[in-house]
């Protein structure tokens, strides 16, 4: 099987290797929020949080042969709970609570726009911004694959994988009209 992904029903993502995890989680709600949101993470969202919700070591694997990702620096080791892999930093929805995280599963349609504090779908896309089945997910905002440092808080401070910069509130402005 492709990169060592599981098959069948429970694989998240297509060939996405890395062991699910089993959180239950508290999603973010308020009452000011008019979009529907989902019950619990699903697509690639649960596929980033299988890391970054603390509770799965980033080597665990469905593959038996497990990556070779060289000689660590010391200070990316340090990030890492010794003996289990799992994120000691950057961890998002630890014990499950999303509820301080910006919502994801959200539905972002066009009736969510009209009339509303948001920017149009059509927009956001234009923008740089990604949309899965008309929903936001983590990788709306962030592209896993491609580390841009220009897109931190400040120009140059480093970008969390960011799509668009945070630098004046352009991200949080691509979506929201104020």
């Known amino acids: 099987v492709a990169h060592g992904s599981q098959v ?28 529907t949101a989902g019950t619990a993470p699903a697509g690639s969202s649960l596929a980033c949080l299988s890391c970054h919700d603390g509770s799965v070591g980033v080597n665990a694997r469905y593959s038996t042969t497990k990556p070779t990702f060289g000689t660590m620096s010391a200070n ?3 990030e890492f709970e010794a003996g289990t892999g799992k994120l000691l930093k950057h961890n998002v929805g630890a014990g499950g609570d999303l509820t301080n995280s ?24 234009a923008a740089g911004l990604k949309l899965y089945n008309n929903k936001v997910q983590c990788a709306s905002c962030h592209n896993p694959h491609e ?10 401070q480093g970008g969390d994988f960011l799509r668009i910069s945070r630098y004046n509130a352009e991200l949080c402005l691509t979506c929201h009209i104020k």
């Open 76 to 78: 990316f080791a340090a």
């Open 147 to 156: 580390f841009n440092p220009t897109n931190g808080t400040l120009a140059g």
């Open 8 to 35: 069948g029903s429970d694989q998240v993502i297509p060939l996405w290797g890395h062991v699910t995890t089993a959180q239950t989680f508290t999603m973010y709600t308020s009452g000011s929020m008019k979009a």
């Open 102 to 125: 910006h919502p994801i599963d959200v539905d972002y349609t066009e009736a969510l726009t009209n009339g509303s504090a948001l920017q149009p779908v059509a927009s956001i896309v």
